[in-house]
């Protein structure tokens, strides 16, 4: 792995305040979950799940065919969809947009799309004000981080970091209750919401047959973003389609008890197109960029693409035991946890950061709640694969495969292995029956594992000498 | 005459605790199956296979098929070895007919140890007594991906003299996974020391699963704290008088 | 932009060519259960209240006008145009605004009202929802800027569930630009997971079942 992905890892496991948020707020959302889907209150939660993976399989596999129909759809209903390749494409239509209409704000609601392509920074850097109203996206802009987790992106903050926050870039008194701290924001952000000339949102499931955008919310601050200015514009990746209104039976149900434990979230709205005629408020143009960035590479992969499923609920980052460890500022690209470890090598390649496959121990606790069933552990085993099969291409790990090939050779000749388990038994310390917490040389995984644990001593005997000696 | 069992003992229990592999016996004799150890085996192939190197695992995997391929049944003292050889090999084998049939009759033969005396031998209690408080680690291959959850209890609880405590990390994992456990030592450390504060907290004297590499991640980090708990495979509890 | 380009990647991504068809998608999982009234109304208010809503159930329209009355008391409410407000007499009462049909008049009383007050098209008794389609009758802010929002909900508009819904309402597109589920007040728990409500929508909701 990288020196880079080794550094977070350590500073993160270094630092116990950060631990302890990490490891309550995953706990939490990990609680509440369990307690959402327990039979008597979800019986059929098994069969949901089956049913999502199943429309969300036949939605990608025929994936062109829902965007066209959703297109079409969006259309006749009077907004306009916008495909776009990559991140530049998305900001020069923003932008052009903007132009064209004079706008200088920008309101956003939550949306991991846009952090994907830095949407905020692009449109800054063009001098149009952007400004994140979700409260955990509001903090991370003010301390221009990304996000920490994808359903609470600051996670990672006390109150006094937010108070410190708040005092630096708004200038108010220092305050440090929570809920005090809310109302500042909400009281910030409302003038931002009516004064606002585009809104800007993602959305967590496009509906091909009513040309629609679901977005799933607790605050409110999507609704205002899509109701409140004169423009909206939802940026979605390609693969959040689903066929029907009616699927949403089926992902409302999974979403909300995945991510937090709730059956439905405070506010799910249902849009599709402008306002119509006769309505009395809303936005006059209504806008769907779908987006590419990689997701054709994706779904150009058999056994991959299920990676695309995806619904965002992060319950696989909450019951992770290594994300509960690292958290999400370890991971190299906006995307954290198992979702992020096996999109980001399809996105960004496998050389981007070729520790990160191999940063989990395949305990398979992700797959078991994913709400759509991605074999994430599947994925991953294959990613490690075609790490070393890069890497014996750049001619790096050369040392481990060299001992992997011997060990493979070892392995196939049974008197081989046995001699070299009795060298092993005869080089190894030995300590009695008491475990080992030295050793006189000290080679790179001998001394890793050392680092953190008691080596076994040598067994004096291998079974098969005992089982020879019955 | 007795049903022939063979054994698949590992390669971890064969050169790190052999006991656990002379317990399998001893409980599998006792129940009345005949075992037999066909001396050519060495490994499942999975150390490889984790680690990417397909290549390699596919090689062990094949000595594998030849070794046991006229077993009966097929007993390992794992999880995770069970799991290689039920579900990865078929990935292994994708590509080669024969091999992938032969795997396939494999799969049906191959038994996880505490899943064989429940299924096959149909038995709970097989007589054994150990005057110890446990908790029960569920490793996570064999919860998973052979989803053994209940078997391992109902085992246990025939164990005269034997409490059981449920730990509230039971389902955890333990932070071993192979390669890892030395690639991301810290972070397997970290993942250690949080399943034992959940082991401590059950005031158990002793902590058993099926797998001995979770046992040896877990005693080595118990070890380096200097707690007193012990760990003992399955095996090593029923095989107790 | 690039529509034709990136159709193209997905279909050569699948091996699909353009206009090829389609199979059906798994059938549709819509449950409905048969509930009664009464058992729906309960659950419907326990749901509210376990969220930290409050619940009225009124026998008529004048409890109806009652009760609003008394929530109000004395500030200033915009009311949306839905008849079944008029029907309880809600536009008479002191300080509340209806009848607006005008965008800009609207979002200047909605931003300094402290009270909205509107009709649900629907309700689902299972989650302790109120199901707002945006139409004249209904205006999207009355139901997300004022803190604190009051719902009348009519007895025979209550389902029993999002599938009942999605039921009668397959496709909500062509009624409506904006359908919005509201389930209780708004919150989050961003900051150390800390419960705070009201952050942007309102942070007390009132459901009276008439």
């Keep these: ?470 | 005459m007795a049903a022939r069992v063979s054994l698949f003992v590992t390669c971890i229990v064969d050169q790190l605790f052999p006991r656990v592999g002379m317990a399998a016996v001893e409980v599998l004799e006792r129940l009345g199956f005949r075992v037999d150890f066909p001396e050519q085996q060495t490994c499942c192939g999975q150390p490889a296979f984790n680690t990417g190197y397909r290549e390699e695992a596919r090689q062990v995997a094949q000595h594998f098929l030849k070794v046991f391929a006229d077993a009966d049944y097929i007993v390992v003292p794992s999880g995770s070895c069970t799991s290689m050889i039920a579900h990865h090999f078929e990935d292994i084998f994708e590509e080669e007919p024969e091999n992938l049939r032969r795997a396939r009759d494999l799969e049906m033969k191959v038994y996880e140890f505490s899943r064989f005396l429940i299924e096959v031998a149909q038995v709970e209690d097989v007589g054994a007594r150990l005057d110890e408080v446990v908790t029960f680690h569920d490793s996570c291959h064999a919860l998973r991906e052979l989803q053994v959850k209940e078997g391992p209890r109902r085992l246990l609880g025939h164990v005269r003299g034997l409490e059981l405590r449920e730990m509230d990390a039971a389902e955890e994992c333990c932070g071993f996974g192979g390669t890892f456990s030395v690639k991301f030592a810290e972070v397997s450390g970290g993942m250690a020391r949080t399943k034992i504060d959940s082991i401590v907290r059950t005031g158990a004297s002793t902590v058993v699963s099926l797998d001995s590499s979770c046992l040896m991640q877990l005693q080595g980090a118990l070890s380096r704290a200097g707690l007193p708990i012990r760990t003992m495979h399955l095996a090593e509890v029923l095989a107790s008088r | 932009m690039s529509r034709e380009a990136v159709l193209h990647k997905v279909r050569t991504a699948l091996g699909r060519n353009a206009g090829q068809t389609v199979d059906e998608p798994p059938p549709a999982r819509l449950v409905v259960p048969e509930v009664d009234i009464e058992a729906r109304i309960q659950s419907f208010c326990e749901r509210i209240e376990a969220l930290a809503g409050k619940t009225y159930r009124a026998a008529s329209a004048g409890m109806v006008r009652d009760y609003i009355s008394t929530l109000v008391a004395g500030r200033t409410a915009v009311a949306s145009n839905a008849p079944i407000l008029r029907e309880c007499g809600i536009d008479l009462l002191p300080g509340v605004q209806t009848g607006i049909t005008d965008r800009d008049q609207l979002r200047a009383a909605c931003s300094t009202a402290p009270c909205g007050i509107s009709g649900a098209d629907y309700a689902l008794a299972d989650t302790g929802t109120l199901v707002m389609l945006s139409s004249p009758q209904e205006a999207r802010l009355i139901s997300l800027l004022p803190p604190v929002y009051i719902a009348l909900v009519a007895r025979a508009r209550l389902l029993t569930g999002l599938d009942e819904l999605l039921s009668i309402l397959p496709r909500p597109a062509e009624q409506t630009s904006s359908m919005v589920l509201i389930t209780g007040p708004s919150r989050t728990a961003d900051i150390e997971q800390i419960l705070v409500r009201g952050v942007h929508g309102p942070g007390e909701i009132h459901v009276v079942v008439v």
Aim: with cysteine.
């Design chain 1, 1 to 470: 792995m990288s020196a880079a992905f080794d550094q977070k890892i350590h500073e993160t496991l270094a630092d116990p305040k950060l631990q302890l948020a990490i490891y309550k707020a995953t706990g939490r959302l990990v609680e509440e979950r369990r307690k959402a889907i327990e039979p008597d209150l979800c019986p059929d939660y098994q069969e949901l799940r089956t049913h999502a993976n199943a429309i969300k399989r036949h939605t990608i596999e025929h994936l062109d065919h829902y965007l066209e129909e959703f297109s079409r759809q969006v259309e006749a209903h009077g907004g306009k969809v916008v495909f776009c390749k990559d991140a530049e494409e998305v900001s020069d239509f923003v932008l052009s947009l903007a132009k064209e209409r004079r706008a200088e704000l920008i309101v956003k609601s939550k949306s991991m799309t846009t952090e994907e392509i830095d949407l905020n920074e692009r449109l800054e850097h063009h001098h149009l004000e952007s400004v994140e109203t979700d409260l955990g996206e509001y903090i991370i802009q003010l301390a221009h981080e990304r996000p920490y987790h994808i359903v609470a992106p600051a996670l990672h903050k006390t109150r006094e970091q937010v108070a410190d926050l708040l005092t630096e870039r708004l200038g108010v008194p220092r305050e440090t209750v929570i809920e005090k701290q809310t109302m500042i924001a909400r009281a910030v952000l409302r003038e931002k919401f009516l004064a606002a000339d585009i809104g800007v949102s993602g959305a967590n499931f496009l509906v091909a047959d009513s040309g629609a955008v679901v977005i799933v919310e607790n605050e409110g601050n999507a609704r205002l973003t899509t109701s409140a200015p004169k423009i909206h514009i939802a940026v979605a990746g390609i693969e959040k389609l689903i066929p029907r209104a009616q699927d949403l039976a089926v992902f409302l149900k999974l979403l909300g008890r995945s991510a937090t434990g709730q059956r439905l979230t405070v506010y799910t709205s249902f849009l599709s197109g402008p306002k119509r005629e006769d309505e009395i408020d809303g936005p006059d143009e209504f806008y769907v960029v779908l987006l590419d960035n990689g997701r054709t590479k994706v779904l150009a992969d058999r056994d991959k693409r299920q990676s695309l499923y995806c619904i965002r609920c992060g319950a696989c980052l909450n019951h992770c035991p290594v994300y509960r460890k690292i958290g999400g500022h370890s991971f190299p690209w906006v995307y954290s946890g198992p979702i992020g470890a096996i999109l980001t090598p399809q996105f960004l390649g496998v050389r981007h950061e070729p520790g990160l496959p191999f940063a989990s121990s395949l305990c398979g606790a992700c797959a078991e709640v994913c709400p759509v069933k991605i074999d994430i552990p599947r994925i991953l085993l294959e990613l490690r694969s075609e790490v070393k099969k890069a890497e014996a291409r750049d001619g790096a790990g050369r040392l481990e495969r060299l001992a992997f090939r011997i060990w493979a050779w070892v392995m196939r000749h049974p008197r081989m292995y046995e001699m070299a388990g009795m060298a092993a038994a005869s080089l190894a310390p030995s300590n009695g029956d008491g475990w080992i917490r030295n050793a006189p040389f000290n080679a790179g995984p001998l001394r890793a594992w050392l680092s953190q644990r008691d080596l076994p001593p040598a067994a004096a005997k291998s079974f098969r000498q005992m089982w020879r000696e019955r």
